[in-house]
């Protein structure tokens, strides 16, 4: 149980530690370097067929040995939409900023060729920080060629943080308050198709990043500047065209990184040829929603933590590799559902909390077999741990040959169990806390030919106790109707046998309970020797007294001589000793049954039972009850005989004409109350060999008597046990002023009854 709760809270803290890992890398994107690596290797499995109706007029390496040095006259550019205006594009993109002014002859003659073509579009840039503390600042053209252009919009480019091109924003701005700037190509799109692209509509917040397929590097068709200016591509080449115009060439820094898997970069105009593409298949990646990432990120690793309590090890493991496969899967997947899930921060989860929980748990189950190896140690059941013979090894594989040591002498202790238990004179059987039957030895089955392993309780005893007992041992083995001083139930066998069962409890090493011993001892000899007894004791009650009582009865109320006397007092003797061997003998066999008794009434009545007694002699016995009425628990009967006994004494020990004083108080002993009934005679005292055996069984001193009748020894004996059995006490002393003193002790009633609680 403590390797449990402590593998719990290991489990817990490595669950919790994994969690927050997950939830921190999900939102500080901690991974995404990792992500886009294969996000890249996953889109070039299926790259998209370029658009045919694309074609991008190069600003290359050709036209600049044709026409010189960048920048060129802004006369160059009117030429080239000259050639355009006649072919009849569908759009014309032109990807080079005009933002700042020319010569004016220049920038007028671009403006007009500029007018001459329907749908072109020029770019504007945001440039960030803006200036004097803006956020951004905008580089538009210049008025005479936004004036001439059917549109602008934003070209902006989006960088991942490794450098690499891998997304796009179709606007800048807010677009529910509609201040938004759309991109360049969202533009030319809604120009060429009279609406909106899918993806604009689709999407709620249009600067939101989503992932680009790209063409393999080469795809879209292109054509030289310098060719379409000298005008060697034919008008009909370009009829119904998209056509965008940028610098390819390496020199003119329009170059950046794109994740075509082979290192290499495209130039802007060739990025912005792939958007369009994009927009026009609609197939643009949308990563999920943040809250869904998190979500998916989790659940692998929570499934590999909830494993860890239900696979073994070389399972777990197996799971782990079979997670990590299902999360480049799905991501694989998603992808080709234009969904992208960023499979990074789950394969780290999963990758984590493997190796950290099975250190966790090794740490644990090591400090576990080290302590529980040390309570062997100490343990007091001598089966030496024999230690390794192997020379130095690790900790675990130490802890671990100790073990199997430690395993091979429980084995051996054990089977000496199993056979000591077995090998029992008497039957007996063990259960667990449902009641079922898990051990018997081989009394116990024997005559039971289908066996009683697993065996209900109640169907155990159907097969053992007679029907007459079988509610008193069901009884008896409900702890909460069991009597709390009953430790066992006697009952009849099917075969006539007599047994005593008793039942103890089974705990493990913390105390926890863990079933039942039950013992069945064979006392069949021993139940016919009590019913003996308890015929020899009727003999004695009944048949003894009968007589010496008639005896009694004749003799009383006549004048007699010498001789009546000493019949009378050989009777009397004799019913004493009858009355005290009958209450010796049903004390050691019977239970305690209390009532409550007012003890001053009751010994008031022993006291006027021995007025003859007394008369004859001409003792007076005075009774000073100063208890209150104190009531006292127990059996009337031998209460009053003991009280009788005492009283009896102080009469016999007495001289003639003298006073037996019996003074009934409360007092406390230990500081619990006490009803206190001290008897006291005038006599010679207790002699001094005597003093220290008043209560043992036949011990008498009659030399002293006043009575030519000798006692035997019981009286004092059954007094001692009946204030024994009352929870109370009982010496004698004697007395300053001459003569001996009894004094009795019994606990009030209402202090049993706390006791009993």
Known sequence: MRLRQRLGMEWLAVALLASCVV??????????????????????????????????????????????????????????????ANANPAAIGFDILLSE????DDDAQ?????????????????????????EYDVKQPIEPFSAAATGLGQVNLVFDTDGVVRRAALCFGDKASGNEWPHLIEGIYRSVHGQPSPAYDRLKDCDKKLLMPFARRGGYQSVSYAALVNGEVPGAFLKGKVILIGATANGLGDQYPVPLGDGGTLAGVEIMANLYGALSRDDFVIPIPFALQLLSSLLPVWILLIGFWRWR????????????LAIL???????????????????????????????????????FMDSELQNFHRSKINIPIMRSELGP?????????????????????????????????????????????????RLAQAGMEDGAQDLALDDMLNRFVSPDDRQEVKEYLDLKSRPSKQDYVDFTSLDGQIFAMRRAPVLSDDGTLRGHIHYLADITEVAHAAQQREEVLQLLSHDMRAPQAAILALLDGKEGDETSGRIEGHARRTL????????????????????????????????????????????????????????VSGEPSSLYRSFVNLIDNAIKYSPDGGTVTIMIRVTELDRQPFVSVAIADQGEGISKEMLGHLFERFASDDSLAHSSIKGA????????????????????????????CFTVLLPLAPYLEEQAE
């Open 393 to 441: 090894v690790d900790v675990i594989t130490g802890q671990a040959e100790q073990l199997t040591h430690a395993i091979s002498h429980v084995r051996d202790l054990r089977r000496f169990i199993n056979d000591a238990l077995s090998n029992l004179p008497d039957p007996m059987f063990i259960t667990d806390l449902d009641g079922k039957v898990k051990f018997v030895n």
């Open 23 to 84: 939830v921190a890398l999900t939102y500080w994107d901690s991974l995404s370097r990792f992500d886009n690596l294969v996000h890249d290797q996953l889109s070039a499995i299926d790259r998209p067929v370029a658009q045919s109706d694309i074609l991008i007029v190069e600003i290359d390496e050709d036209s600049l040995a044709a026409f010189g040095k960048w920048p060129w006259p802004r006369t160059r550019h009117a030429e080239l939409f000259d050639q355009l």
């Open 329 to 367: 899967v799905a991501s694989a997947i998603l992808m080709q559902f234009a969904l992208w899930f960023a499979p990074g921060t789950a394969l780290v989860g999963v990758i984590l909390v493997y190796p950290i929980w099975g250190w966790r748990r090794l740490q644990a189950t090591s400090d």
């Open 713 to 740: 020894g019981l009286g004092l004996n059954f007094v001692a046990k009946v204030m024994e059995r009352h929870g109370g006490y009982i010496r004698g002393e004697n007395r300053r002023d001459g003569g001996a």
């Open 576 to 631: 004493a000793l009858a009355d005290n061997f009958v209450g010796l003998a049903r004390i050691d066999a019977s239970e305690f049954a209390g009532e409550d008794i007012l003890l001053a009434e009751l010994v008031a009545e022993a006291n006027d039972s021995l007025w003859p007694l007394g008369k004859a002699r001409d003792i007076r016995c005075e009774v000073d009850d100063q208890s209150d009425g104190a009531f």
């Open 110 to 134: 671009l403006a007009l060729s500029m007018a001459g073509n329907s749908n072109l579009f020029l770019p504007l840039h945001f440039v960030f920080p803006g200036s004097n503390g803006a």
């Open 101 to 104: 002014a020319g010569d004016p």
């Open 313 to 324: 090890p070389r399972t777990t493991i197996m799971i782990s590799f079979g997670l990590i």
